[in-house]
């Protein structure tokens, strides 16, 4: 009998070393990733594919939770996955209606590595904390990474201002007529992309920018918005997006109107999901600002030097990515690239300091993906 309890006592043992964190794939450092998205979302299905293959190339473990929309799902998952006996190495989230202040906090108090991504936090609104900057007052928010969302809505607009001139989409005084439609109001990138919007419009003096109203992200909703707007505001023949599901909702509105997108009515938009890139290679999308899904690749690049000890922020805390414009004159060379693209192909190896000792900067440029 005792025999058995030895020969038990060492059978559990031995299971429990090879099934433990100490071996094999468990050894890995996890990431956690809490999209604020459905899984339906393009955009970010598409960063959350773009995250993995980086995490797959540098050996990290990546969990992604899906907060439908709703933030405090987000900050739930948060608070679930930070409970949990084994933490992750880090956690990776956007700022969603205003949940980023929380979320940091939350994982500044369990000593968890986070970083910002995609959308910042807001810190000027009245009641609320302010959190101040990575590293500043929270010691384990240790990055920020987002896209310069002002710059794509500006040169989002600028790019429509210049394709209604040479389509001769203006009213009989020559002027052209616009009108925006937002994210949800409360959004880092619904704000910034907006005031973009704003700063072109004001430095084009044949430019009016007839209404902004927010469609808070939707497709549908931009639809039904176009449909009531055009009727409003007929002489409006430019519609700027703060993102391509609702300029997509747009153009549908335009074609329940019988109108031709493209010819009768233009309309621009930031993201590069799919559909808009075919609907630019149409002709039926003006234009599409992105790539900025690529952030999600790149946090997981610096994160894999931080754990390395070569520490990003002797570089940045805060960085900020430029997107690219895409439209008819440049979208087939592209979709040559990106139609035949497999995440899981690139070497994401190519981007750290730790896999490349010589290297003094980061080169995170859209076109560095596509080289061979």
């Known amino acids: ?47 959350s594919k773009v995250m993995k293959a980086a995490c797959n190339d540098l050996g990290y473990e990546l969990t992604t939770y899906w907060a439908d929309r709703n933030q405090y799902n987000m900050v739930n998952h948060l608070r679930q996955v930070l409970t949990q006996q084994k933490k992750p190495d880090a956690v990776v989230f956007q700022s969603h209606k205003m949940n980023g202040g929380p979320m940091v906090r939350l994982a500044n108090d369990a000593k968890v590595p986070a970083f910002v ?51 001769g989409l203006t009213d009989n005084a020559g002027k052209i007529h616009m009108i925006g439609i937002s994210g949800s109001m409360s ?21 009016i920018l007839s209404h902004v109203v927010s469609a808070t992200w939707e497709r549908e909703r931009a639809k039904s918005l176009l449909l009531g707007l055009k009727k409003r505001f007929p002489e409006s023949q430019v519609i700027w997006a703060a993102n391509d599901p609702m300029a997509l909702g747009a153009i549908d509105g335009m074609k329940e109107l019988n109108l031709i997108p493209g010819k009768d009515m233009i309309a621009g938009s930031v993201d590069w999901i799919p559909e808009a890139l075919t609907a630019i290679k149409k002709g039926e999308l003006a234009v599409s600002a992105g790539g900025h899904y690529m952030e ?31 439209t008819e004159k440049n979208i087939t060379p592209f979709l040559n690239n990106f139609q035949s693209v497999n995440w899981e192909s690139i070497d994401f190896t190519r981007f750290t300091k730790t896999d490349n000792p010589g290297m003094k900067n980061y080169d995170f440029a859209i076109e560095k993906v596509f080289q061979k």
């Open 1 to 47: 009998m005792k025999r058995y309890f030895i020969l038990l006592f060492t059978t559990l043992v031995l299971f429990n070393f090879f099934a433990s964190p100490l071996f094999g794939e468990e050894n890995k450092k996890t990431i956690v990733f809490f999209s604020p998205a459905l899984k339906t979302d393009v955009w970010w299905t598409t960063a």
């Open 117 to 167: 991504f995609n959308a910042g936090l807001t810190n000027d609104l009245g009641r609320r904390e302010k959190y101040g900057q990575p590293r500043e007052k929270l010691k384990y928010w240790i990055g920020q990474m987002l896209p310069n969302d002002e710059k794509a809505g500006y040169d989002i607009a600028k790019t429509l201002i210049q394709i209604a001139r040479e389509k």
């Open 187 to 207: 959004d880092y990138a619904s704000i910034e992309r907006k005031k973009g919007l704003i700063k072109a419009v004001k430095e084009e003096k044949d430019c």
């Open 296 to 326: 999600a690749a790149w946090i997981i690049v610096l994160l894999h030097d931080y754990f390395n000890g070569k520490d990003f922020a002797s570089e940045a805390i805060n960085f900020r990515s430029d997107m690219a414009i895409l």
